[in-house]
């Protein structure tokens, strides 16, 4: 079973920093296949932060673009995001994602043409400004 595990979450000040990290266990990086972020406030709908998959391929949602990086260790299952010029509106839990193509349902959420599935427990990050 596959588990995903997230740590680098905090409270920083809007223009801060912060790198978040996400080891996966039970899970092979092979076949393009793609993990990435997404964050959620209760009552909002899960957004795609940022994906990439095996061979270094990436994706952003806009309203990173240019602030965030996403970077990924295929050896050891594992991808960060780093996060700079950070803003009040980025506060959000954010969730470790792995990729599904067979997922379906609530728990399903599509970014960038590809499903993911499989999540993280979710790290806070809050921005104050």
């Known amino acids: 079973q596959v588990q995903l595990l997230e740590s680098g979450g905090g409270s920083v000040q809007a223009g801060g920093s912060l790198r978040l990290s996400c080891t996966a266990s039970?899970?092979?990086?092979?076949?393009?296949?793609?993990m990435g972020w997404f964050r959620q406030v209760p009552g909002k709908e899960r957004e795609g932060v940022a994906i990439?998959?095996?061979?270094?391929?990436?994706n952003y949602g806009d309203p990173v673009k240019g602030r965030f990086t996403i970077s990924r260790d295929n050896a050891r299952n594992t991808v960060y995001l780093q996060m700079n010029s950070l803003k009040p509106e980025d506060t959000d839990m954010y969730y470790c994602?792995?990729?599904?193509?067979?997922?379906?349902?609530?728990?399903?959420?599509?970014?960038?043409?590809?499903?993911?599935?499989?999540w993280g427990q979710g790290t806070q990050v809050t921005v104050s400004s």
């Open positions: 994602a792995a990729e599904n193509s067979y997922c379906s349902g609530g728990n399903c959420y599509r970014f960038w043409g590809r499903y993911f599935g499989v």
């Open positions: 039970g899970y092979t990086s092979t076949g393009n296949n793609y």
């Open positions: 990439m998959n095996t061979s270094g391929v990436v």
